[in-house]
C-alpha cells in the first residue's frame, strides 16, 4: 500500500474546510483577498514607488490596493506610469474574482438560510399551544374544531410537525379551515418518529398531543413508533391522544406510549356509531353535534350546592344546561338510577353550549303537570336488518349489532365481496343470511325486498379507493331513495363514507344517517385534547351496556298539540326513569345541517310536538 503523500495531505485538509460551510469558504476568500492586496501593494511600491502622486508610504499604498480590489471600477480614473496602470489593472481583475465570488456566497448562503426556514426547521418557543404529529385528512377536522373551542382565548397556537413541506402544509389548512380566527397556526417539516424533529415542537411546554393515524399501509405501526419516541424524551411529558386503526394494536401502543397516553380504537369508534345509526334515526347527527365545538358540548362540573341532592333533583337544577350523568371515583355512569345521590367526590356531567352557560337555576321550573304522560317503555321487538355491501369492519359491526338486537332478529347481507359474511361465528341473537348482489344495481336491490326490512347499512367497500367506493354508496343510496318513492316504502338508511365533501351530496338521497368515519374520529381526538377525561363520556356513550341514547315518540311524554316546556319534557322522561336531552322535529328531518334534532333547549323554552315528532332520551333498552 503506498504511501499518503504530503500533498495529498494538503488536498485532503483543504477538501475538509470546504465542506463546513459558506461561513469557510469565505474565510478562504478571505485569505486570497488579504494576499491579493499585499501583492499588489508590493509591486505598486517596487515599480512605481512614487505613484500615484500625493501618496507616502506603504499604509496608503495598502489602502489604494484594497479600494482597487474591491472597487474594480476605480482603475478607469487611475493614471500613472505602465509599471503601476499594469499592477492596478492586475488587482483589479483579481477583486472582480473576489467581488464576484464573494456575492455568489452571500446569495447561495441567503437562500440556503431562506429555504431553511420555508422548511421550518426552527424551534417553537411556544407555551401552552396544542401539537398535532403527523397528517392525514384528519388534520382538518382537528385544526377546525380546535380553532372554534379557543376562539375567545387569546394567543392560542396549533403546532402541526410532518414530514411535508411547510408552506403546503399551512396552505391546504388554510385552503380546508379558512379563517383561523385568534388561532395561530405554527407548521414544522420533519418527521415526528425521530427525536431530533420532536425537539422543534418544544413539547415540554405543550398543553396536549395528537397522534394522528397516516395513511397507506401498516398505520399502526407509524403511530406506536411516534409513542415510542415520546416516551423516550426527556422532560415533562404532555398528555397525548393518539388514533389507531385497529383493536388488535393497543397492547403494544399503550406499552409503547405508558401512562400519558390515550388512545382511540377508529374501526371500533366508527362501528358502534354505525350500528346505533341504524337503529335510532338521528343518532350519528346527535353524537357529531356532541362531538364538535360549534352547538351543544359535553362538560365535567362540580357543584357543591348539589353535593347530597339525588340525580333526579339534578335534571332540573340548571336551566341552560341538561345533566346526563355522573362522573365518580368509579367511573363514569350516564342515567344513573335517579335516586343516585350526589357526593362531594363526584362531578356532574352535562350538555351545554358554553361552559358559562352552566349556572344553577333560579326557582323551580315550569312544569304542566296535565301535559305529562305515564306510559311504560316499548318492549324491545325482534328487528329485520339488511346490511349492503362488505369492508373490513363489517364483521365488528355485525357483532355490535349482536349485542343490541333482541332474540330472534334477523340480518341478511347483500354484497358481491368475496369475504362477505366470512368470520360471523358464535353470534347470539342473530340469524345470518349472505346474498350475493351488486348493490349498484337496482334490479338486483329490488329483488331483495328491501320494503321487508326496518333498518339498511349501507357500508362502504374497502376494494375500492375511497374516493370511488363513495360515489359507489351515493349511486345505492340513490336507488334506495327511488324506490322508497315508488314503492311507498319506510325502513331507515344509514351509510358510511369516507369524505366529509360527499355528505352535501349524499344529502340528495334524504338517508337518516351519514357517518363519516374519518370526521367522527377527528372530532373525538379534538375533543379529548381539549380534555382527556371525556374519554370515559363517549365511551360510555358508544357502548351496548348500559343507557343510550333513542329518538322515542314524543306522545309517549307529552300531550301533542299542545304547547309545552322543555322542563315539562324532561319531567315526563324522568318519571321514565330517563334522561331527555332534547327532542326532533320531524318536519326538518331532512334539513341540514341539524336535520330537525335540538339538543339542550332551555327548561323555560316552549315548544309544541306532533305525533312524528321524537323525544331523545338517554335510556335503558
Same mark, same amino acid.
Given at each position: 500500500m503506498?504511501?499518503i503523500?504530503?500533498?495529498e495531505?494538503a488536498?485532503?485538509?483543504?477538501?475538509?474546510?470546504?465542506?463546513?460551510g459558506?461561513?469557510?469558504?469565505?474565510g478562504?476568500?478571505?485569505v486570497?483577498s488579504?494576499?491579493l492586496?499585499?501583492v499588489?501593494a508590493?509591486?505598486t511600491?517596487?515599480?512605481?514607488?512614487?505613484?500615484?502622486?500625493g501618496v507616502?508610504?506603504?499604509?496608503?499604498?495598502?489602502?489604494i490596493?484594497?479600494? &482597487?480590489?474591491?472597487?474594480p471600477?476605480k482603475?478607469?480614473?487611475?493614471?500613472?506610469s505602465?509599471g503601476y496602470?499594469t499592477?492596478?489593472?492586475a488587482?483589479?481583475?483579481?477583486?472582480i474574482?473576489?467581488?464576484s465570488m464573494?456575492?455568489g456566497?452571500?446569495?447561495?448562503g441567503?437562500?440556503?438560510?431562506v429555504d *431553511?426556514?420555508?422548511?421550518g426547521?426552527?424551534?417553537i418557543?411556544?407555551?401552552?399551544?396544542t401539537?398535532?404529529?403527523?397528517?392525514?385528512?384528519q388534520v382538518?377536522t382537528?385544526?377546525?374544531?380546535?380553532?372554534?373551542?379557543?376562539?375567545?382565548?387569546?394567543?392560542?397556537v396549533?403546532?402541526v410537525?410532518?414530514?411535508?413541506?411547510?408552506?403546503?402544509?399551512?396552505?391546504?389548512?388554510?385552503?380546508h379551515v379558512?379563517?383561523?380566527?385568534?388561532?395561530?397556526l405554527v407548521c414544522?417539516?420533519?418527521?415526528?418518529t425521530?427525536?431530533?424533529?420532536?425537539g422543534?415542537m418544544n413539547?415540554?411546554?405543550?398543553?396536549?398531543?395528537?397522534?394522528?393515524?397516516?395513511?397507506? =399501509?401498516?398505520p399502526d405501526a407509524?403511530?406506536?413508533?411516534?409513542?415510542l419516541?415520546?416516551?423516550? *424524551?426527556?422532560?415533562?411529558?404532555?398528555?397525548?391522544?393518539?388514533a389507531?386503526?385497529s383493536? *388488535?394494536?393497543?397492547?403494544?401502543?399503550?406499552?409503547?406510549g405508558g401512562?400519558?397516553v390515550?388512545l382511540v380504537?377508529?374501526?371500533?369508534?366508527?362501528?358502534?356509531l354505525?350500528?346505533?345509526?341504524?337503529?335510532?334515526s338521528?343518532?350519528?347527527?346527535?353524537?357529531?353535534?356532541l362531538?364538535?365545538?360549534?352547538?351543544g =358540548?359535553?362538560?365535567?362540573?362540580?357543584d357543591?350546592?348539589?353535593v347530597?341532592?339525588?340525580?333526579?333533583?339534578?335534571?332540573?337544577?340548571?336551566e341552560t344546561?341538561?345533566?346526563?350523568?355522573?362522573r365518580?371515583p368509579?367511573g363514569?355512569?350516564?342515567?344513573?338510577?335517579?335516586?343516585t345521590?350526589?357526593?362531594?367526590?363526584?362531578?356532574?356531567?352535562v350538555i351545554?353550549h358554553?361552559?358559562?352557560?352552566i349556572?344553577?337555576?333560579?326557582?323551580?321550573p315550569?312544569i304542566?303537570?296535565?301535559a305529562v304522560?305515564?306510559a311504560a317503555?316499548p318492549k324491545p321487538?325482534? =328487528?329485520r336488518t339488511?346490511l349492503?355491501?362488505?369492508?373490513g369492519?363489517a364483521e365488528?359491526i355485525v357483532r355490535?349489532?349482536?349485542g343490541y338486537v333482541?332474540t330472534?332478529s334477523?340480518?341478511d347481507i347483500a354484497?358481491?365481496?368475496?369475504?362477505a359474511?366470512?368470520?360471523?361465528?358464535?353470534?347470539r341473537?342473530?340469524t345470518?343470511?349472505v346474498?350475493?348482489?351488486?348493490?349498484?344495481?337496482?334490479?338486483?336491490?329490488?329483488s331483495?325486498?328491501?320494503?321487508?326490512y326496518?333498518?339498511?347499512?349501507?357500508l362502504s367497500?374497502?376494494?375500492?379507493?375511497?374516493?370511488?367506493?363513495?360515489?359507489?354508496t351515493?349511486m345505492?343510496?340513490?336507488?334506495?331513495?327511488?324506490?322508497?318513492?315508488?314503492?311507498?316504502?319506510?325502513?331507515s338508511?344509514?351509510s358510511e363514507m &369516507?369524505d =366529509?365533501?360527499?355528505r352535501?351530496?349524499?344529502e340528495?338521497?334524504?338517508?337518516?344517517d351519514?357517518v363519516?368515519?374519518?370526521?367522527?374520529?377527528?372530532?373525538?381526538?379534538?375533543?379529548?385534547?381539549?380534555n382527556?377525561?371525556?374519554?370515559?363520556?363517549?365511551?360510555?356513550?358508544?357502548?351496548s351496556?348500559g343507557s343510550?341514547?333513542?329518538?322515542?315518540?314524543?306522545a309517549?311524554?307529552v300531550?301533542?298539540?299542545?304547547?309545552?316546556?322543555?322542563a315539562t319534557?324532561v319531567?315526563?322522561?324522568?318519571?321514565?326513569?330517563?334522561?331527555a336531552i332534547g327532542?326532533r322535529?320531524n318536519?326538518?328531518?331532512?334539513v341540514p345541517?341539524?336535520?330537525g334534532i335540538?339538543l339542550?333547549?332551555?327548561k323555560?323554552?316552549?315548544?309544541?310536538?306532533g305525533?312524528?315528532?321524537s323525544?331523545?332520551v338517554?335510556?335503558?333498552?
Open positions: 503506498s504511501r503523500t504530503v500533498r495531505r488536498r485532503y485538509w483543504f477538501d475538509n474546510t470546504m465542506s463546513r459558506t461561513a469557510s469558504l469565505i478562504w476568500l478571505a486570497v488579504v494576499a492586496i499585499l499588489v508590493a509591486l511600491l517596487w515599480l512605481a514607488p512614487d505613484e500615484p502622486d507616502s508610504g506603504p499604509g496608503q499604498v495598502l489602502w490596493a484594497l479600494m &482597487h480590489a474591491l472597487t471600477s482603475v478607469a480614473s487611475d493614471k500613472g505602465f496602470m499592477v492596478m489593472f488587482g483589479s481583475l483579481g477583486g474574482f473576489i467581488v464573494l456575492v456566497l452571500l446569495s447561495n441567503l437562500k440556503q438560510k *431553511r426556514l420555508r422548511r426547521r426552527s424551534r418557543v411556544e407555551s401552552g399551544h401539537v398535532v404529529l403527523g397528517w392525514s385528512d382538518f382537528i385544526v377546525t374544531e380546535l380553532v372554534k373551542a379557543h376562539a375567545s382565548q387569546k394567543n392560542s396549533i403546532a410537525l410532518a414530514d411535508r413541506d411547510k408552506l403546503a402544509m399551512e396552505e391546504d389548512i388554510r385552503e379558512g379563517d383561523l380566527g385568534r388561532t395561530r414544522r417539516t420533519g418527521r415526528p425521530e427525536p431530533r424533529d420532536l422543534l413539547l415540554t411546554a405543550a398543553r396536549s398531543v395528537v397522534v394522528l393515524s397516516p395513511e397507506g =399501509e401498516d407509524h403511530v406506536i413508533k411516534i409513542l419516541a415520546l416516551a423516550k *424524551r426527556h422532560g415533562s411529558h404532555p398528555p397525548v391522544v393518539a389507531l386503526a383493536a *388488535r394494536n393497543l397492547a403494544a401502543a399503550r406499552l409503547a401512562a400519558d390515550h380504537d377508529s374501526d371500533d369508534t366508527a362501528s358502534r354505525i350500528v346505533q345509526s341504524s337503529r335510532q338521528g343518532m350519528s347527527v346527535v353524537c357529531m353535534d362531538l364538535n365545538f360549534d352547538g =358540548e359535553i362538560y365535567l362540573r362540580a357543591e350546592e348539589l347530597g341532592a339525588t340525580y333526579s333533583q339534578a335534571l332540573h337544577a340548571y344546561a341538561a345533566v346526563i350523568g355522573l365518580g368509579a363514569v355512569v350516564l342515567n344513573p338510577p335517579m335516586d345521590v350526589i357526593t362531594a367526590k363526584d362531578q356532574i356531567v351545554a358554553d361552559d358559562s352557560h349556572r344553577l337555576a333560579t326557582g323551580e315550569p304542566d303537570e296535565q304522560i305515564t317503555a321487538e325482534p =328487528e339488511l349492503l355491501n362488505w369492508n369492519r365488528q355490535y349489532l349482536d333482541s330472534g334477523v340480518l354484497a358481491d365481496h368475496p369475504k359474511g366470512a368470520g360471523l361465528t358464535g353470534l341473537t342473530l345470518v343470511n346474498k350475493d348482489c351488486d348493490t349498484t344495481d337496482r334490479y338486483a336491490l329490488e331483495l325486498g328491501v320494503g321487508l326496518q333498518h339498511v347499512i349501507v367497500d374497502d376494494r375500492f379507493d375511497p374516493h370511488h367506493a363513495d360515489t359507489r351515493l345505492t343510496l340513490l336507488q334506495l331513495r327511488d324506490m322508497q318513492s315508488t314503492l311507498g316504502e319506510h325502513y338508511i344509514v &369516507h =366529509e365533501g360527499n352535501a351530496l349524499a340528495v338521497t334524504e338517508a337518516d351519514i363519516i368515519s374519518d370526521t367522527v374520529i377527528g372530532l373525538l381526538l379534538a375533543q379529548l385534547a381539549e382527556r377525561h371525556l374519554a370515559d363520556v363517549f365511551g360510555y356513550l358508544f357502548d351496556h343510550e341514547i333513542y329518538p322515542r315518540p314524543a309517549s311524554y300531550e301533542t298539540g299542545t304547547e309545552v316546556t322543555f319534557i319531567e315526563a322522561a324522568r318519571r321514565r326513569g330517563e334522561t327532542y322535529d318536519v326538518s328531518r331532512n345541517p341539524h336535520y335540538v339542550n333547549p332551555a323555560s323554552d316552549t315548544v309544541v310536538l305525533r312524528q315528532d323525544v331523545i338517554l335510556a335503558e333498552r
